[in-house]
């Protein structure tokens, strides 16, 4: 970022954010290879056990963690659901699920409850094939993204820095975990250009399902929205953390993002839209919101009903004293210098309204906020000739950075 060297006022130098375009998500395409009947060269179906699966695989799934979508299936679909679990859980070919009397609608929305609750399972891709007889599907052939050798390196892989990641989490609050998770993913990771370009271009190689699940951030440090948001939902289930995983559009877009429960309360975060392209600022206006406020451009696309994020105690901003109520130099002021204590080097504040926020913005624009900045050379003995700023109108915050 460049700064601008002036000693008798403030930089008026806006950076913009420049969120990555989004990509849809979720969307479960299904091939109807035959109708009924046996070819040769089709796999034959099976019922798979836990004994088809492998130790390693075993071992990777935590099976404590809280899988929200489930809870929302019906009876059959719950069977479907378990029945695809252990089936891709052993990498198997073809899974029989014709006990469950599923239609092609009704096997879409497990499949893909199924991906939004187990980030883990990063191995199935968003397609597979069905095998019917009439409307009710039989078999179910999954796509998989990377053979079984290769997962179990992967693994492998994904173990050593979860490992290392969570245990940096130990003696810490919800709250506290989230925002390491969160900050560690915003920072380390960044948007794969290169792989957005090929997925709205219908290319899909190993680059860009890479960039679509947590082996992505965790190991190549580049994500799609997937990407980000699955392992942002894996971290913190490892962590004990209820986090899912969500989808819809954002800007006519398809986009991916997380609801998480801290203290009982649900929370909107999106890592992605944290995270600018072109920019080395973190956002976090989207950190730890409600439905108001993330619903000013997202919108849920999903195929059962997701909790109400109602939560306002870890917002951000109301949790870390940002929250601006009403303008006045005092309360800016209060702000700065709390920030600057914190040794980040930056300070991110949140108008109430529009009234706080216009004046806020008329405050830089007139450069009557410089007085606000004279207390930080007052207490710390620190001039600040220059400083960089960002305006995010929709969601009224504004980022100084020292």
Known sequence: MNRRDSSSSFSTAVILLICASLIAYGIIKFVIPMLSGTL??????????????????????NENVYRYG????SANEQKAYDILLVGVLAHGSRITIEECGLNLKGLQKVYSTLRNDYPEIFWIGSSCKVYTAGKTITDCL???LFDEDICEKMIANIEVVRDTLVAGTNGR???EKAMYFFDYIVRSTDYDMDSYDKSIAGEEDEGTALASCIYGVLLKNSALCEGYSKAFQYLCNCAGVNCIYV???SHDQGHAWNYIQLDGEWYAVDTTWSDPVGSDITTYAYCMINDAAISRDHTLQMDYSVPACTGVKYNYYTYNGFDLQAYSD???????????AKGKGFAEIRCANQVSYDTFVAAIQNQTIYDCFQKIYDVYGVKLSSVDYVLMEKAMVLHFEF
């Open 70 to 73: 489930r809870t929302q299936l």
């Open 330 to 340: 005092t309360a800016v002021t209060d702000m700065f210098l709390r920030a600057y």
């Open 40 to 61: 040769a060269d089709v796999p034959a179906a099976k019922n798979y056990t836990y004994a088809d699966v492998n130790e390693n695989t075993k071992g990777f799934i």
């Open 247 to 249: 989808t819809g559009k």
């Open 173 to 175: 609050t919800e709250y």
């Open 142 to 144: 999954p796509n998989y």
